[in-house]
């Protein structure tokens, strides 16, 4: 592949989960810090300004991960898993914030958080930096799960 092409096709790769997740942001979460605001909150539940800002440095590590990943490996599971837990990381806004399905997007964030886990070994198999990066992803994925967790034995009666 020649030099142009690479980097055009890494900066896509780097800047798909950044785009896809403010997008999904502004189509899912537009009222969520109300919803947020209103409803009981588990302990331990950060401030609602949190969330942009530690997803928008989780989609900038999943990106150099994929990447990193991509490059130092042939394994073609790299690019399924990543897309996967991409398309599952967007699909749990929709579910929660848009659709108010809080049950579902219970159950997704734990698929989501196994989809991740999956990635990360994979990805630190392909290239030890790729899946050490990973980490603070999945940690704030089963910290996410717990959240949904607790919402949803909090709020379920609503």
């Given amino acids: 592949m020649n030099k142009p092409l690479k980097v055009f096709r890494n900066i896509v790769h780097l800047a ?3 785009v896809g997740g403010t997008l999904i942001g502004r189509y899912a979460t537009q009222n969520a810090r109300q919803d947020y605001q209103k409803e009981q ?3 331990l539940s950060p401030p609602g300004i949190t969330f942009p800002i530690v997803w928008s440095g989780l989609y900038i590590a999943m990106g150099i991960a994929y990447t990193v990943a991509r490059d130092a490996s042939k394994d073609k599971s ?3 898993l990543h897309y996967t837990q991409l ?10 914030f848009r659709y108010k399905l809080r049950g579902a997007a219970l159950i997704e964030s734990y698929a989501l ?3 991740v886990i999956i990635t990360a070994v994979q990805f630190y198999k392909a290239n ?3 899946g050490l990066i990973m980490i603070p992803y999945a940690m704030w994925c089963a910290f996410a799960s ?3 967790t607790g919402s949803w034995l909090l709020n379920k009666e609503e």
Avoid: D, E, Q, V
Wanted: hydrophobic fraction near 50%.
């Fill in 16 to 18: 798909t989960p950044i």
């Fill in 41 to 43: 909150n588990p302990p």
């Fill in 78 to 80: 790299i690019p399924i």
């Fill in 87 to 96: 398309g599952l990381n967007f699909l749990w806004s929709i579910l929660y």
């Fill in 113 to 115: 958080f196994s989809a």
């Fill in 128 to 130: 030890k930096f790729s």
């Fill in 146 to 148: 717990y959240l949904a």
